[in-house]
């Protein structure tokens, strides 16, 4: 009978404590999240206070995952972290626990890289599911900070064709939120929104970028202007059409999401197409990415909920394949911010 080995994987990026075990067939175990409402009321993520609720929660976070993973301690054959790119305090937090905990175990130290995690999570077997892509395959990888089509060739040979030049597609989903007066995050509260309104209430400009390039900066000054100039005729035009205004900014986002990732599809001809991050959970982009694979006769891969925003399954994930590989890290690894 084949021993089961086990990793712990940490997840401290952004504004989330995470943490997951996971056996090294990828079956995930367990896994545990502590989210950060403290942001809600900043409109945003302030660094130096998700470093403390970090530092807070990371015990507690790492405790419930190996709990929940019916595991001891000495049950685990390595452990991973999330280095890298992200906030450096609260990658620090998670660097240092990581090392530690490693250390006192006497196991092996895994780094993983954020936006491959976010590739990688459609690797993730659990009870639903135990189906992942075949390489190679497209991947549109959309979360706060990155817009990114990738071709990914094997687990961490990933070639980003398309990338945006300026703002990620989620920062301008965020951006309109904070116009309409949205809490923090905006991309789900716009999605509720929308469901209610006209799509086609307004249209706003953009720049047009060559290749599978995007650009982001351009859509949100349109939507900023015309909001702006709309106010100026109406004080009350956004509060009476909060829900058409919304409508019409997922689709003006998802539309230019899906012009290039389509371009790409066509040119690379890759049978199968994934989409990673934040904003893969919108309904709408899920449903667009998989009309595109209809059209074009390709496998469809979309995370599920809590594998698209940030979470230490997908760092899991990322893991097991370092592990099967024997790559690990020493000691001396440093969190890295891009
Ligand atoms: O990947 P992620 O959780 O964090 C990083 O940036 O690493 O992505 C966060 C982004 C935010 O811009 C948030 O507004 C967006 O994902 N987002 C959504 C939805 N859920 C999260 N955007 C549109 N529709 C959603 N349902």
């Keep these: 009978m084949q021993i089961k080995e086990y990793i712990l994987a940490i997840e401290s990026s952004c504004d989330d404590t995470a943490a997951a075990v996971m056996d090294t067939d990828f079956n995930l175990l367990s896994t545990a999240v502590a989210s950060q409402k403290i942001h809600a009321e900043y409109g945003g993520v302030v660094p130096e206070l998700a470093s403390r609720a970090h530092q807070s929660n990371i015990i507690p976070t790492v405790d419930k995952a190996i709990r929940d993973s019916g595991l001891r301690k000495e049950d685990l054959s390595a452990v991973a972290f999330t280095c890298g790119p992200g906030l450096l305090g609260s990658l620090l937090v998670g660097a240092a626990f990581a090392k530690s905990f490693a250390v006192a175990i006497g196991r092996p130290l895994i780094c993983v890289n954020h936006l491959e995690a976010h590739v990688l999570a459609h690797f993730i077997k659990d009870k639903e599911n135990a189906d992942c892509p075949q390489f190679p395959f497209l991947c549109l990888l959309v979360s706060g900070g990155n ?112 012009k290039k990732f389509e371009l790409a599809l066509k040119d690379t001809k890759v049978k199968t197409i994934a989409i990673a991050g934040g904003v893969s959970a919108n309904k709408l982009l899920q449903q667009r990415v998989k009309e595109l694979g209809e059209r074009y006769g390709c496998k469809v891969f979309i995370p599920k909920l809590g594998y698209s925003t940030d979470n230490a399954a997908m760092v899991a994930a990322a893991a097991v394949f370092k592990y099967n590989e024997g790559a690990f890290s020493g000691l001396e690894v440093v969190p890295y911010t891009r």
């Design 147 to 258: 817009t990114q089509i990738i071709f990914v060739k094997s687990a961490f040979d990933h070639d980003i064709i398309g990338r945006t030049i300026d703002d990620a597609a989620g920062e301008a989903i965020d951006k309109a939120a904070k116009i309409l007066s949205l809490p923090y995050p905006g991309g789900p509260q716009i999605e509720k929104l929308a469901m209610a309104g006209d799509d086609g209430f307004l249209k706003f400009g953009n720049a047009v970028i060559g290749g599978y390039d995007y650009s982001f900066s351009g859509l949100k000054t349109s939507i900023l202007y015309t909001l702006r100039d709309k106010l100026k005729e109406d004080a009350a035009f956004i509060d009476m059409n909060k829900a058409s205004i919304a409508a019409s900014v997922q689709k003006a986002v998802i539309d230019a999401l899906m």
